[in-house]
T-cell receptor, first 113, second 115 residues
Framework: DSGVTQTPKHLITATGQRVTLRCSPRSGDLSVYWYQQSLDQGLQFLIQYYNGEERAKGNILERFSAQQFPDLHSELNLSSLELGDSALYFC????????????FGPGTRLLVL | QKEVEQDPGPLSVPEGAIVSLNCTYSNSAFQYFMWYRQYSRKGPELLMYTYSSGNKEDGRFTAQVDKSSKYISLFIRDSQPSDSATYLCAMADNAGGTSYGKLTFGQGTILTVHP
C-alpha cells in the first residue's frame, strides 16, 4: 500500500458526460500528479500540483481540468467524454515538487460507452 | 523517436534466473531514474530510485545508470514467480519550467517467471 488513495475504483459512463476523480496523497506529501495509462500510449503525464498551485502540464486535453484543495487532496475533472478517454487514471504524490520519488495510487478505471 | 525506449518483451525466464531489463533515453537533462513494477490492473509500485550515474542495490534488485551512454538497467537476481509483472522505467529532469516534476515512462517490459 503506497498510502495514496483514489476513488472511485471503477467508473462507467456515457459519451458526453462529465466525471470527477478524487485523490488523497500520502501523509505529508505536498505534490500531486495525474497520469493516464492506455494500451497504445502507455503512462502519460497529465498535470502536477504543488501545495495548491499548478506546477506542470503535460498533454492534458482542454476538456480535462484539475485542482488541489487546501487539505491537499486533488480532483481531476473530465468533461465531454469520448470513447478514447477510456483508460486507467493514476494519481501519484511526492514530498517535493522536483526530482522526488513518486508514489502511485491504485488508479481509477474509466470506461466510456 | 520517443524520449524513453524500453523493449516491451515479453520476457519469459525460469525461476532462479537473473533478469536484465533496460531502457535508453535521448534527453540528456534526465537526472532522476526510477523503476516501477506494475501488476495487472494495479498501480505502479516504486522499486528503485537513483540520482545521476552509478549503481544502487536493494535486496535482489540492482539498478544501474550510465548517463554517458543514456542507458539504465534493472537486474533481478534469483527471480521468483511473484516477480511476474510489467516493469516500467521512468525518468525526470530538474530543469524546472514546464517539465517540473513530470515523469517520462518507458512502454514497460512484461516479465514472466515460470516455476
Amino acid at each position: 500500500d503506497s498510502g495514496v488513495t483514489q476513488t472511485p475504483k471503477h467508473l462507467i459512463t456515457a459519451t458526453g458526460q462529465r466525471v470527477t476523480l478524487r485523490c488523497s496523497p500520502r501523509s505529508g506529501d505536498l505534490s500531486v500528479y495525474w497520469y493516464q495509462q492506455s494500451l497504445d500510449q502507455g503512462l502519460q503525464f497529465l498535470i502536477q500540483y504543488y501545495n495548491g498551485e499548478e506546477r506542470a502540464k503535460g498533454n492534458i486535453l482542454e476538456r480535462f481540468s484539475a485542482q488541489q484543495f487546501p487539505d491537499l487532496h486533488s480532483e481531476l475533472n473530465l468533461s465531454s467524454l469520448e470513447l478514447g478517454d477510456s483508460a486507467l487514471y493514476f494519481c501519484a504524490s511526492s514530498a517535493s515538487p522536483t526530482g522526488s520519488a513518486q508514489y502511485f495510487g491504485p488508479g481509477t478505471r474509466l470506461l466510456v460507452l | 523517436q520517443k524520449e524513453v525506449e524500453q523493449d516491451p518483451g515479453p520476457l519469459s525466464v525460469p525461476e532462479g534466473a537473473i533478469v536484465s531489463l533496460n531502457c535508453t533515453y535521448s534527453n540528456s537533462a534526465f537526472q532522476y531514474f526510477m523503476w516501477y513494477r506494475q501488476y495487472s490492473r494495479k498501480g505502479p509500485e516504486l522499486l528503485m530510485y537513483t540520482y545521476s550515474s552509478g549503481n544502487k542495490e536493494d535486496g535482489r534488485f540492482t539498478a544501474q545508470v550510465d548517463k554517458s551512454s543514456k542507458y539504465i538497467s534493472l537486474f533481478i537476481r534469483d527471480s521468483q514467480p511473484s516477480d511476474s509483472a510489467t516493469y516500467l522505467c521512468a525518468m525526470a529532469d530538474n530543469a524546472g519550467g514546464t517539465s517540473y516534476g513530470k515523469l517520462t515512462f518507458g512502454q514497460g517490459t512484461i516479465l514472466t517467471v515460470h516455476p
